[in-house]
């Protein structure tokens, strides 16, 4: 093996594999995928028999592509971010994600010791994904997994993930204007809620697919 992609994906299915094994042992339903297409075809399957689907917000979701699958197979679509929506819609939207059959989400940073950690500016993504949905589904791209504490995993999202996000939501930040986090107050601030998920919490049926593949921010 002389490919240098074949070699980062090496390096890589093993990173994937260690945080499998201990968000199992933190009592996560926690599987290894090698692809998005992987991914995919999972979803669909454990969608079977929801009615009512939750999209959180989350890119690595996005770029799977399910909604259209998920449509034809008849189920509710219950997604915030669709173009168009009132400020009133929206917040019914994520309200009711909280109690959907299936809900689907990413993961900001996940540590190798199987910890999820998220950031989030309203708190409704992060919510969900602990209590309220009947199933849910976090799908974990090897770009998020962090090799250190929590702390590392909580720099790695406001160092990597909430400027490029604040910038894709056009919002008046100062890490859209510099590219860095400068822990701001600014009214429109998305690093507001901060959760550590360290076991599987007991009455929500969550999996999480960690996947040898970059995926979102």
Same mark, same amino acid.
């Given at each position: 093996m002389s490919n240098t992609?074949?070699?980062? +994906?090496?390096? %890589?299915?093993?990173?994937?594999?260690?945080?499998?094994?201990n968000l199992k042992k933190n009592g996560f +339903?926690?599987? %290894?995928?090698?692809?998005?297409?992987? $991914?995919?075809? %999972?979803? $669909?399957?454990?969608?079977?028999g929801a009615? /009512? $689907?939750?999209?959180?917000?989350s890119? /690595?979701?996005a770029d799977l592509k399910l909604s259209d699958k998920l449509k034809g197979m008849g189920k509710e679509i219950l997604n915030h971010g669709l173009?168009?929506?009132?400020?009133?819609?929206? @917040?019914?939207?994520?309200?009711r994600q909280l109690t959907c059959d @299936?809900?689907?989400?990413?993961?900001?940073?996940?540590? @190798?010791?199987? &910890?999820?950690?998220? &950031?989030?500016?309203n708190g409704n993504r992060a919510a969900a994904m602990f209590f309220g949905p009947q199933k849910v589904i976090v799908v $974990?791209?090897?770009?998020?997994?962090?090799?250190?504490? &929590?702390? +590392?995993?909580?720099? *790695?999202?406001r160092t990597y993930a909430a400027p490029?996000?604040?910038? *894709?939501?056009?919002?008046?930040?100062?890490?859209?204007?510099t590219g860095f986090c400068s822990d701001c107050n600014s009214p429109q601030r998305i690093c507001r809620v901060t959760t550590i998920i360290e076991k599987k919490p007991r009455n929500t049926d969550i999996k999480v697919l960690v996947v040898n593949e970059d995926m979102g921010l």
């Open positions: 992609e074949e070699l980062n +994906d090496w390096a %890589y299915a093993h990173k994937c594999q260690k945080a499998v094994e +339903d926690a599987f %290894y995928c090698h692809d998005g297409e992987e $991914v995919f075809h %999972y979803i $669909v399957n454990e969608a079977a009615q /009512s $689907v939750g999209f959180g917000g890119l /690595s979701i173009p168009g929506l009132s400020p009133e819609e929206k @917040l019914a939207i994520t309200r @299936l809900f689907l989400t990413g993961s900001n940073a996940v540590t @190798l010791s199987g &910890i999820l950690v998220n &950031i989030d500016g $974990v791209g090897r770009n998020k997994l962090v090799d250190g504490s &929590i702390e +590392d995993a909580v720099q *790695r999202i490029p996000n604040a910038k *894709r939501l056009n919002l008046a930040t100062p890490c859209t204007t």
